[in-house]
């Protein structure tokens, strides 16, 4: 393989690849966002199924890659810091879309059963993580037991979430509320859906060479600046990781797609939380939920709180709060915030 490829970067080579990687990762979201809502009407999955699972995997497609490379690079802490610290950043996205969406609070107007259920399935997939990491360290074939159950619990939870056709819950639709209904799209209204697909999956594409990069670019800087794998890969990559769903997030919302902004959200955490078990599969040095350490934990707890806010502001559905936010923006913030202070330190 060439020595770009295997070899450490130079460190101004590795800022200009990750700051160059997180702008494509941007422009490419943004697009991501219009076929999204254009493919959830064509398909007729709806916005919140079809931006958890199809839209879910393009956005998380950046983060596979990062954590994959991290693991199969040696660098346990940065593939698992950069799974959950994406989560948690992705869980923040919230923050940014609402105080977009100026008519209300945007936990009111995207009152959706299926997001409840995508954050429950979130909550039990980063729990069994958790148990995983305090568990004896067996694995088998080099992975351990719990990942092959992380997946088959996030497929599960996929065939219950489709088939919840006639929940017992139902949110109260009010003024303010935005039904997930068809509408025109513009000129992605008159192509073929054929067509749409594949300039979806070529954005995909991109988006995992991108991804790519920056885990090359982030092992460089925690050899060259001595900086923690835990804050490198919960902060700097989690913050790129966390980039498509955040832009898309916002552009959904722009569109008035405020269903598929939150679905995309806690979608795409649910597929990033199977990423410590591709990182698992992919790192060699025993089990990636073992090499998980101090930094790690602390960053999975603080995913998981947010992910409880977030399930509680979805519950709540406050019409109006400080600065245009509801409580649970006001908390997601500020347990972010706490959370970085912390790693920094």
Same mark, same amino acid.
């Given at each position: 393989?060439?020595?770009?490829?295997?070899?450490?970067?130079?460190?101004?080579?590795?800022?200009?690849?990750?700051? $160059?990687?997180?702008?494509?990762?941007?422009?490419?979201?943004?697009?991501?966002?219009g076929l999204g809502d254009a493919l959830a009407d064509r398909t007729g999955w709806g916005e919140a199924f079809f931006g958890a699972v199809f839209f879910g995997v393009a956005s998380s497609l950046s983060g596979i890659a990062m954590t994959g490379a991290s693991a199969?690079? #040696?660098?346990?802490?940065?593939?698992?810091?950069?799974?959950?610290?994406?989560?948690?950043?992705?869980?923040?996205?919230?923050?940014?879309?609402d105080a977009a969406y100026r008519r209300v609070n945007l936990e009111h107007a995207a009152a959706s059963v299926r997001n409840l259920l995508f954050g429950c399935l979130l909550i039990v997939l980063l729990c069994t993580a958790l148990m995983a990491s305090f568990s004896?360290?067996?694995?088998?074939?080099?992975? !351990?037991?719990?990942?092959?159950?992380?997946?088959?619990?996030?497929?599960?939870?996929?065939?219950?979430? @489709?088939?919840?056709?006639?929940?017992?819950?139902?949110?109260?639709?009010?003024?303010?509320?935005?039904?997930? =209904?068809?509408?025109?799209?513009?000129?992605?209204?008159?192509? #073929?859906?054929?067509? $749409?697909?594949?300039?979806?999956?070529?954005?995909?594409?991109?988006?995992?060479?991108?991804?790519?990069?920056?885990?090359?670019?982030?092992?460089?800087?925690?050899?060259?600046?001595?900086?923690?794998?835990?804050?490198?890969?919960?902060?700097?990559?989690?913050?790129? +990781?966390?980039?498509?769903?955040?832009?898309?997030?916002?552009?959904?919302?722009? @569109?008035?797609?405020?269903?598929?902004?939150?679905?995309?959200?806690?979608?795409?955490?649910?597929?990033?939380?199977? +990423?410590?078990?591709?990182?698992?599969?992919?790192?060699?040095?025993?089990?990636?939920? !073992?090499?998980?350490?101090?930094?790690?934990?602390?960053?999975?707890?603080?995913?998981? =709180?947010?992910?409880?806010?977030?399930? #509680?502001?979805?519950?709540? @559905?406050?019409?109006?709060?400080?600065?245009?936010?509801?409580?649970?923006?006001?908390? $997601?913030? $500020?347990?972010?915030?706490?959370?970085?202070?912390?790693?920094?330190?």
């Amino acid at each position: 393989m060439p020595a770009f490829v295997t070899q450490p970067w130079p460190l101004g080579w590795a800022v200009a690849f990750f700051l $160059l990687a997180a702008v494509f990762t941007v422009v490419c979201s943004i697009r991501l966002a219009g076929l999204g809502d254009a493919l959830a009407d064509r398909t007729g999955w709806g916005e919140a199924f079809f931006g958890a699972v199809f839209f879910g995997v393009a956005s998380s497609l950046s983060g596979i890659a990062m954590t994959g490379a991290s693991a199969v690079g #040696g660098q346990p802490g940065l593939a698992y810091s950069n799974a959950v610290g994406g989560i948690a950043v992705q869980t923040l996205a919230i923050v940014a879309a609402d105080a977009a969406y100026r008519r209300v609070n945007l936990e009111h107007a995207a009152a959706s059963v299926r997001n409840l259920l995508f954050g429950c399935l979130l909550i039990v997939l980063l729990c069994t993580a958790l148990m995983a990491s305090f568990s004896p360290e067996v694995t088998v074939l080099g992975v !351990h037991p719990a990942s092959a159950a992380m997946a088959a619990l996030y497929l599960g939870g996929l065939r219950l979430i @489709r088939k919840q056709e006639e929940p017992m819950w139902r949110a109260v639709p009010t003024r303010e509320t935005k039904p997930d =209904l068809p509408e025109d799209h513009g000129r992605l209204s008159r192509r #073929g859906t054929a067509s $749409l697909w594949a300039e979806f999956a070529v954005i995909a594409a991109v988006v995992i060479v991108g991804g790519w990069a920056i885990a090359r670019a982030a092992e460089t800087l925690v050899t060259a600046t001595g900086l923690r794998a835990g804050f490198v890969g919960g902060i700097f990559m989690g913050l790129v +990781n966390a980039l498509p769903e955040t832009v898309t997030a916002i552009a959904a919302v722009r @569109r008035g797609a405020v269903t598929l902004a939150i679905a995309a959200v806690i979608g795409g955490n649910s597929l990033d939380a199977l +990423n410590l078990a591709i990182g698992d599969a992919a790192f060699r040095g025993g089990s990636l939920f !073992h090499a998980a350490g101090t930094d790690q934990l602390f960053l999975t707890a603080a995913a998981l =709180l947010m992910t409880a806010v977030l399930l #509680g502001g979805l519950l709540v @559905r406050q019409r109006k709060g400080w600065w245009r936010l509801g409580f649970d923006g006001i908390m $997601l913030a $500020l347990i972010y915030a706490t959370a970085v202070v912390s790693l920094a330190f």
